[in-house]
């Protein structure tokens, strides 16, 4: 089956720290550009972070930019996203979306790029 397993959500206190992993089942990752985006409840959804199929290349929200570092380990077939100085309004479920992809930019997070895995989504609550 081919899919998206994320996982290392959970609760975690402001200023605290998080790492979400995502892993590939049935495909191989290093084709692969990997995005994720979160969504709160009430809430658009938001995009990240990108990581490029290589790893050169990478983007972030402004939002995170300088918290949130992402990364991949093509051997395990998997992507991280590192998360530090959490803040409550990252509390959101945060999904993992995979793509050919050579340049990450703003316009990785575009609504209108279809992706072609998802993960099934996990949650991070941020709060004391």
């Known amino acids: 089956q081919l899919q998206l397993v994320e996982s290392g959500g959970g609760l975690a206190q402001p200023g605290g720290s998080l790492t979400l992993s995502c892993a590939a089942s049935?495909?191989?990752?290093?084709?692969?550009?990997i995005s994720w985006f979160r969504q709160a409840p009430g809430k658009d959804r938001e995009g990240v972070s990108c990581?490029?199929?290589?790893?050169?290349?990478?983007y972030y929200s402004d939002s995170v930019k300088g918290r949130f570092t992402t990364s991949r380990d093509n051997a395990k077939n998997t992507v991280y996203l590192q998360m530090k100085s959490l803040k409550p309004e990252d509390t959101a479920v945060y999904y993992c979306?995979?793509?050919?992809?050579?340049?990450?930019?703003?316009?990785?997070?575009?609504?209108?790029?279809?992706?072609?895995?998802w993960g099934q989504g996990t949650q991070v609550t941020v709060s004391s």
């Open positions: 990581i490029s199929n290589s790893g050169r290349s990478t």
């Open positions: 979306a995979a793509m050919p992809l050579a340049l990450c930019s703003l316009g990785s997070f575009d609504r209108n790029i279809r992706y072609e895995y």
């Open positions: 049935g495909f191989n990752l290093n084709y692969y550009g």
